[in-house]
């Protein structure tokens, strides 16, 4: 069977149109507004160039989309580009001129060259820029933080074989032409859009579960090598270890630990009513603060979704809920300064040693279940953890 190219191109159309529009509901649905976006655009990129580049096989617009397809696909490889540095939480003025410049070349080069040329007027300028684009961005997929997630070199891998694919089309093309029999019968039209339906669908894919792993109670973890996130804020794992230090040294010479989370609930809600960005700003807002009005030196630790643990020293009970009602006030007091003007509802549940014990576990548990309690009873901020066998607990309204 013979493939002619309208009908390729209309089957890589609606192939390019399934998964585009998919995503793109999807980041829309998610109000996502971090590398999901610009992921979202280079498939809308690359939704309109197929659209185009079928324009023009039906001869509709003749230079015009000749030109506007290319630089629709340098858009598309500068995105994913531009998506996988926020990822990865660089810089994208730059990358982002870069990519303006390379597709700018690409539209007036083919508006130049498609007197002569026709079709395949600007062509090689828009390869290149494929290739160097691509390659970048598969280089970028393999950068720290991405490259820990294993859907992460994957997407390297579909981005680093359009750059091989593209850099053997463009290589071929000028050694020996497009009429070429090698050129037209293996890296022809035909055959770079069953290459593009391939590498859009695994693309798809591979960008929505890496986008999953972007949410605003997860996003810090992948921001840094030695156990502190890039605001200071220790993970789970790395918390949790100093905790058990610290609490076996407090043991051996009897002195007092309050170990206090904070939680702030109701997250989900506000992010299907509001977005993601909410979300991530209410986030950021309650890490810095518990940071700010945390003693200098307490320790300062995630403590799973929506929570955050705080180890100081405290030798009483008052002293304890002086602390935690400090960093309850705090929190509010910068949540009422942010723009957005949404407030979860926050609590703060304290666990002290001479309570408790020293076992670090059972601190963080009671901790977390007074934090729990105190963010359902608007009347209390800090709830302080009774005995383990006590049904009752402290409750003191700050």
Do not use: K
């Amino acid at each position: 069977m013979t493939l002619d190219l309208f009908s390729v191109t209309v089957m890589t159309a609606i192939v390019a149109s399934v998964a585009s529009v998919t995503f793109i509901l999807d980041t829309l649905l998610r109000r996502d507004t971090g590398p999901g976006r610009l992921w979202a655009v280079a498939f809308f990129c690359g939704l309109a160039t197929t659209f185009a580049y079928m324009a023009w096989s039906a001869g509709v617009g003749g230079a015009v989309t000749v030109a506007v397809g290319n630089t629709l696909f340098v858009c598309v490889a500068g995105f994913m580009l531009l998506g996988c540095r926020l990822f990865n939480d660089r810089a994208l003025t730059t990358a982002a001129i870069v990519v303006g410049l390379l597709a700018l070349a690409a539209f007036v080069v083919a508006l130049i060259e498609y007197p002569v040329r026709g079709s395949w007027g600007g062509w090689s300028v828009m390869a290149a820029s494929l290739v160097v684009l691509f390659a970048s961005g598969a280089a970028e997929s393999l950068r720290t933080p991405m490259r820990r997630l294993p859907s992460a070199w994957t997407l390297s891998l579909v981005l680093a074989v359009a750059a091989a694919f593209y850099a053997l089309r463009l290589v071929v093309f000028l050694a020996l032409g497009p009429e070429s029999a090698l050129f037209s019968t293996w890296l022809g039209s035909v055959s770079a859009s069953i290459v593009t339906v391939i590498l859009t669908m695994v693309a798809a894919m591979v960008t929505s579960v890496l986008r999953s792993h972007r949410t605003s109670v997860q996003r810090y973890e992948w921001l840094t090598s030695n156990g502190v996130a890039a605001d200071g804020v220790m993970l789970s794992r790395t918390f949790a270890g100093a905790l058990a230090d610290i609490s076996e040294r407090a043991s051996w010479r009897h002195e007092g630990i309050a170990v206090i989370v904070l939680r702030a609930d109701g997250l989900d809600e506000i992010g299907d009513a509001f977005g993601g960005d909410v979300v991530d700003a209410i986030s950021a807002t309650c890490r810095h603060a518990v940071r700010v009005y945390a003693p200098a030196a307490a320790l300062v630790g995630e403590d799973g979704d929506g929570q955050l643990a705080i180890c100081t020293f405290a030798e009483s009970t008052a002293d304890t809920r002086r602390i935690g009602g400090a960093l309850f006030r705090g929190v509010i007091d910068e949540l009422t300064t942010t723009d957005h003007g949404r407030l979860p509802s926050v609590g703060v549940g304290a666990a002290l040693t001479q309570i408790v014990g020293h076992d670090p576990d059972v601190l963080l548990s009671a901790a977390r279940e007074s934090a729990l309690r105190a963010a359902r009873i608007a009347e209390a901020s800090v709830i302080v953890a009774g005995p383990p066998t006590s049904s009752s607990s402290d409750v003191a309204s700050s």
